[in-house]
């Protein structure tokens, strides 16, 4: 199997034509179905083991819910005309102190599903001429349209939805 490359190496062009916005929004839409799949039937040990020091399965989920307000927030920087957009905690302190492993489960599935429905609503308000408003991506350092930040955020659900499914396997 290939190596994972870590999120923080990966390169992105952003390159969608406008009319792929409703397709990466369901993409957004199916991921707290698709984190709830991932999870399903995997025993409380299992789910909290770690292996050399990464992430559980749990914290992989907890850390999509951790990101939820960043996301949301990039929407209102779009919204307010910003010129940049606000910056990720590259540490992932909040995940690392979150102690996801302690939580409930349910708690964490029924949270990420509660705020992602929220910021989809957000995005399924939106105009063509909102979609296409761009500010530059502090750490990529490129300029990032609300489709690139709908599509980026997709990727990273993805990202942690494989490791999560490396990590049953």
């Given amino acids: ?56 399965i749990q914290e992989h989920a907890g850390h999509l819910l951790d990101l939820e307000p960043l996301w949301s927030g990039r929407l209102d920087d779009f919204d307010a005309g910003a010129d940049r957009l606000r910056p990720a905690d590259l540490e992932n302190r909040k995940t690392h102190e979150a102690a996801h492993n302690d939580a409930s489960l349910d708690a964490l599935l029924a949270d990420f599903r509660a705020a992602r429905a929220s910021m989809v609503a957000r995005l399924d308000a939106m105009g063509d001429e909102a979609i296409v408003r761009a500010a530059l991506h502090p750490r990529l350092d490129q300029p990032m349209r609300v489709l690139d930040s709908a599509f980026f955020v997709a990727e990273h659900d993805d990202h942690h939805l494989a490791w999560i499914a490396r990590l049953k396997r």
């Fill in 1 to 56: 199997m290939p190596e994972f490359v870590r999120w923080f190496d990966r390169a992105f062009a952003f390159d969608l034509e406008p009319w792929m916005f409703p397709n990466v929004v369901e993409r957004l839409r199916g991921t707290p179905a698709r984190l709830e799949e991932a999870v399903r039937g995997v025993t409380a040990t299992r789910l909290v083991h770690r292996v050399d020091d990464a992430w559980s």
